[in-house]
């Protein structure tokens, strides 16, 4: 008898969560519709040939193609919701890489830490356009120090968290030619302990990751301040939805016992949030956390990435782990 993979899935994720007694499970307190996250442990389907390294970024472009990003060889892994893989490429300085996005012409973009550059590339992976100057740090005008992040504008202007190093937000045009640039060191509003990840809404205003002050900082391409979100989460990757949802995840916002510290690294927990443009909270969903990486399917540790498709399904990358994941929603 032939077995389908719908079947296969089927019955995998039956017996994940037979082994693991739950799933995700969360309520939307606008509407009290229950969502269900159930791992896909099947997905991608990688070649034995590849190797996943720690994996920090994840994207998903208008087709439905899950771009992942990985300290390892290919760098950049594309698969189908499916799981089939469409291409891969490698980039120069893997090790560095961090966060993968896709810009509104349909390029890929990528930062790296160890190069200090951002890059962009076709969707073929032909490099079109570098940021910094590759194995030098700076903090001028033409150079990062490990930047973390970018999101490409609706113009094609670039904003850039520069990031591990600088502790600012870098505004270049869609030529990438330097506008302006705002931020500093600090736990002040409008400053930094680090920028470590940022997405843009419809109306252009800016949300930064601000991940060692557990906070998401929302600001306009000005650098004006419009809003601090303290104490929700510590946030490691945003997701910003077509709706205008910002998808967050990290762990719990938690300070060190006896210290004014936030408790970052190892972090406490593993979760995902969604918040609206206001920073209410529309939804809250524990994930299973390991200690020993990379765990079973559907656990996770440092979670990084986080990224959905079309039909709203979530998708996930850790660096402890050294993996991408698929969480399959039912409503």
């Given at each position: 008898m032939r077995v389908t993979r719908s079947v296969l899935v089927t019955a995998m994720l039956l017996l994940i969560l037979l082994g693991q007694?739950?799933?995700?499970?969360c309520v939307d307190p606008q509407n009290g519709t229950t969502v269900k996250y159930v791992v896909d442990p099947t997905w991608p389907e990688k070649p034995d040939r590849f190797t996943w390294g720690q994996t920090p970024g994840v994207t998903v472009d208008n087709q439905d193609h899950i771009y992942v990003f990985t300290r390892?060889?290919?760098?950049?892994?594309v698969y189908e919701t499916d799981g089939t893989l469409v291409r891969a490429w490698n980039v120069a300085d893997a090790n560095g890489a961090h966060?993968?996005?896709i810009g509104p012409a349909g390029n890929?973009?990528?930062?790296?830490?160890?190069s200090h550059t951002i890059r962009k590339y076709s969707p073929e992976g032909k490099l079109l356009l570098t940021l910094g100057e590759p194995g030098r740090a700076g903090a001028d005008r033409s150079h990062f120090d490990r930047p973390t992040d970018m999101v490409v504008l609706p113009s094609g202007d670039i904003v850039v968290s520069d990031g591990y190093g600088n502790r600012r937000i870098v505004h270049f045009d869609a030529t990438g030619k330097y506008v302006n640039e705002w931020g500093e060191a600090g736990t002040q509003p409008g400053q930094f302990a680090l920028p470590h990840a940022i997405v843009a809404d419809s109306q252009g205003r800016l949300y930064v990751a601000d991940r060692e002050n557990a906070r998401i900082q929302v600001f306009d391409t000005k650098g004006k301040l419009l809003a601090v979100w303290d104490d929700l989460i510590t946030p490691w990757g945003?997701?910003?939805?077509?709706?205008?949802?910002?998808?967050?995840c990290g762990s719990s916002a938690r300070k060190k016992e006896g210290t004014g510290e936030w408790d970052v690294?190892?972090?406490p927990d593993q979760l995902v949030m969604k918040l609206n443009r206001k920073g209410t909270v529309l939804m809250r969903i524990p994930l299973l956390m390991t200690t020993t990486p990379p765990g079973k399917p559907g656990e996770l540790n440092w979670v990084h990435g986080i990224a959905f498709d079309s039909r709203g399904n979530l998708y996930l990358t850790d660096i402890q782990g050294h993996r991408a994941q698929k969480f399959v929603c039912e409503p």
């Open positions: 007694g739950c799933a995700p499970l390892s060889d290919p760098a950049v892994q966060f993968i996005r890929v973009w990528t930062a790296n830490i160890r945003l997701w910003m939805s077509k709706d205008d949802e910002i998808w967050v690294l190892p972090p």
